[in-house]
Nanobody, 113 residues
Framework: QVRLVESGGGLVQPGGSLRLSCAASGGIFSIYNMGWYRQAPGKQRELVASITSGGGTNYVDSVKGRFTISRDNAKNTVYLQMNSLKPEDTAGYYC???????WGQGTQVAVSS
C-alpha cells in the first residue's frame, strides 16, 4: 500500500499563493499517474489537476492559468503550486494515484480576507 502525505495548506488572502506537497512512500512513485483533488463543504470531490508518469498535465477549467502541478520522482513527491487564489478555492485538498482508492489525509486551504 502506497502512503500519501499532503502538506502545505493554510490560510491565505485572496490573490495569494500556496504550494501543496504530497509525499509518497511504499511504491514505485515514478510509474504512477497522480492527481490533486479538492472537496469543499457540501460539495463533491473534484479532480483539480493531474500529471502522468511522463509529465503530461491536465487541469479543470476553473484553475487553468493559476495552478501548476509538477512532480519530482527523485523525491517521490507531487506538488500543486496555487497562485491568484480565490475564496472559491477554499477546500480540503487531497492527492491520489489516479484510478485508485488510495488517498492521503488531505490538507486544508482557506482563502479569505
Amino acid at each position: 500500500q502506497v502512503r500519501l502525505v499532503e502538506s502545505g495548506g493554510g490560510l491565505v488572502q485572496p490573490g495569494g499563493s500556496l504550494r501543496l506537497s504530497c509525499a509518497a512512500s511504499g511504491g514505485i512513485f515514478s510509474i504512477y499517474n497522480m492527481g490533486w483533488y479538492r472537496q469543499a463543504p457540501g460539495k463533491q470531490r473534484e479532480l483539480v489537476a493531474s500529471i502522468t508518469s511522463g509529465g503530461g498535465t491536465n487541469y479543470v477549467d476553473s484553475v487553468k492559468g493559476r495552478f501548476t502541478i509538477s512532480r519530482d520522482n527523485a523525491k517521490n513527491t507531487v506538488y500543486l503550486q496555487m497562485n491568484s487564489l480565490k475564496p472559491e478555492d477554499t477546500a480540503g485538498y487531497y492527492c491520489s494515484i489516479l484510478g485508485s482508492m488510495n488517498w492521503g489525509q488531505g490538507t486544508q486551504v482557506a482563502v479569505s480576507s
